[in-house]
């Protein structure tokens, strides 16, 4: 069905006589679409009264002479050559830009600041030019992926309309949790999902490494952890893991995308891989057997045996000499067979390893239960428990970083009869992910506390690529928006009718997604 609420001149412009239907672009349907389909929804957006940028023979992609600038003029250039098929130069800055220019400035520093700043950006696409300016690389990123969910392509021609955006993200902390220890994502699968991030905007990458079916990255002070426990998954799977190589090629993928990789080390819980890998770290000195199963809250470390502590500074003192960005994530959720005495000893000493190390420190939920440092990113997620430690925390100078599980967890079942996906915390369908504001969800907690938001994808039933992302997609985008547009300029009926235009670009990258029944799709299956 074709969106009801379609201005008439989007219609005229979008409507075909049938001689123009080659049976070659059969899939993509000839309704009539808007190209105004913006997801996150940007701040400000004027259509100009003008034709729109044709991208042409002598476009180019012109940037001024920096590394980090004429990377992403690479990117550009990539995305949009791809989309044309012809390749596109990326030319320095100086002379005046030949007509169809795509041009990529890097302007100073927001003078007031406040948080993503430095991710502003602003686009302005008139008939012979297209200009991006920001203070950030991420912030030149966001306008061209602006560009990218703007663009139509008919017969190889690549359009633009005239527009003029200013947009800036209400959160600095936009993030996506993958669970790669429960079931294995490598490198290829993975820039895949850093590219749909990037499309939404999305900034922090936060990867779920280790868990008790296996550790997915080589710490070389604890090369068995590896070489022992990298093998398994759930359901006797295949596993895998990163080497500090690897590890490196991601973080650099990511960050050329405006992405930062925050490494998740899941203690004193979750950690059978490690126990099976150092039998030192259990009570009996013998190492247990590796894990296939499902269960969680079994696995515990013991913060008086001798190798413990050891452990933990080897561990996150290698692992922070990897992580690029700020934060590191230590874990601490879902520990049910240790005093509460123990476990705030074991937090504060996880986190002081991590601060001497150089890194600050992000916890789940559970960690609230302890005396925290000012400044940690505490992430909450269990919407079933009752959030008071929660909320005192964050009174106390927590950062809280929001991903409810009724809301962000994106393994959860659209509906009842999905086939992949849990259910502890209900169903979740689009409209779910879209309607829930982060600074109230939680009774009590100052808003101004409220660091982020951050879908979390945990991969017990997602064996696949196409698993995964038939999870994410459309709710990735409705939780992105969530993320980025602050409440009033949000809304389902209106989010509705531009996420159903986003078929057509996952069909193009051959992603597989879910037809959510919430949304007028524009495509057909
Ligand atoms: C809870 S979220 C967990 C994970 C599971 C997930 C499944 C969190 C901190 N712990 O161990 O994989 O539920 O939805």
């Known amino acids: 069905m074709a969106p009801a609420n379609q201005p008439a001149r989007r219609a005229v412009r979008g409507t075909v006589t049938p001689s123009r239907i080659a049976p070659r672009v059969s899939r993509v349907t000839r309704r009539p679409v808007s190209p105004i389909a913006l997801i996150p929804r940007p701040q400000h957006l004027d259509e100009l009264d003008e034709p729109p940028f044709v991208l042409g023979e002598t476009s180019t992609v012109v940037v001024e002479p920096r590394p980090e600038l004429i990377q992403t003029g690479v990117l550009t250039a990539d995305l949009f050559g791809r989309l044309s098929g012809r390749a596109i130069e990326v030319r320095y800055a100086g002379a005046e830009p030949a007509p169809g220019a795509i041009v990529l400035t890097r302007t100073g520093p927001v ?7 430095d991710e502003t950006y602003q686009v302005v696409v008139r008939a012979g030019r297209v200009e991006v300016r920001s203070p950030s690389v991420a912030g030149l990123v966001h306008g061209v992926v602006t560009l990218r969910q ?33 079931h294995f994502f490598g490198v290829e699968d993975l820039k895949g999902v850093i590219g749909l991030m990037a499309h939404y905007k999305l900034n922090v990458l936060h990867l779920h490494l280790t868990d008790d079916q296996g550790w997915r990255l080589h710490v070389p002070s604890r090369p068995k952890l590896t070489e022992l426990s990298s093998d398994s998954a759930v359901g006797g799977d295949r596993g895998g893991f990163y080497t500090p ?3 490196a090629a991601l973080t650099e993928y990511a960050a050329a995308r405006g992405i930062r990789v925050v490494p998740e080390i899941d203690v004193p819980g979750h950690v059978n891989a490690a126990l099976h890998a150092y039998g030192e770290l259990t009570p009996s000195g013998e190492p247990t057997d ?8 079994f696995s515990r470390l013991h913060a008086d045996l001798p190798a413990t502590q050891p452990f933990l500074e080897a561990v996150f003192t290698d692992v922070a000499a990897m992580t690029a960005g700020e934060h590191v994530h230590i874990g601490g959720d879902e520990v049910l067979t240790m005093e509460p005495e123990e476990y705030a000893r074991f ?3 996880a986190s002081q390893v991590v601060r001497a190390a150089g890194k600050k420190v992000v916890g789940w ?3 609230a239960q302890t005396p925290l440092e000012p400044g940690t990113v505490v992430q909450y997620w269990d919407t079933r428990v009752d959030p008071e430690p929660f909320v005192r925390a964050a009174r106390e100078g927590a950062l809280l970083l929001m991903s409810p599980g009724s809301k962000s967890y994106l393994d959860m079942k659209y509906d009842p009869t999905f086939p992949l ?8 369908e689009v409209r779910d992910s879209y309607d829930w504001e982060p600074t109230t969800l939680v009774e009590g907690v100052p808003a101004e506390s409220v660091v982020g938001v951050e879908a979390a994808v945990w991969t017990e039933t997602l064996r696949t690529v196409d698993d995964l992302t038939t999870m994410l ?40 997604w879910h037809r959510s029944p919430q949304v007028d799709w524009t495509t057909r299956p």
Do not use: K
Request: glycine share 12%.
């Open 473 to 512: 997609l459309p709710r990735l985008a409705a939780v992105a928006e969530v993320a980025w547009t602050p409440p009033q300029a949000r809304d389902w009926a209106d989010f509705r009718t531009r996420v159903a235009q986003h078929g057509r670009f996952w069909d193009h990258l051959g992603v597989a």
């Open 421 to 428: 996906g849990l259910e502890w915390a209900g169903h979740i």
């Open 365 to 367: 939920q559970e960690i």
């Open 111 to 117: 003078a007031d600041g406040g948080p993503g700043a």
């Open 290 to 297: 590796a894990y296939d199963g499902i269960e969680v809250g």
């Open 347 to 349: 937090v504060a000493l």
């Open 245 to 247: 190589g690897d590890f």
């Open 150 to 182: 703007l663009a139509t392509v008919e017969e190889g021609s690549v359009r633009i309309p005239a527009v003029r955006i200013q947009d800036a993200p209400r959160f600095a902390w936009r993030g996506l949790s993958i669970d790669v220890a429960r």
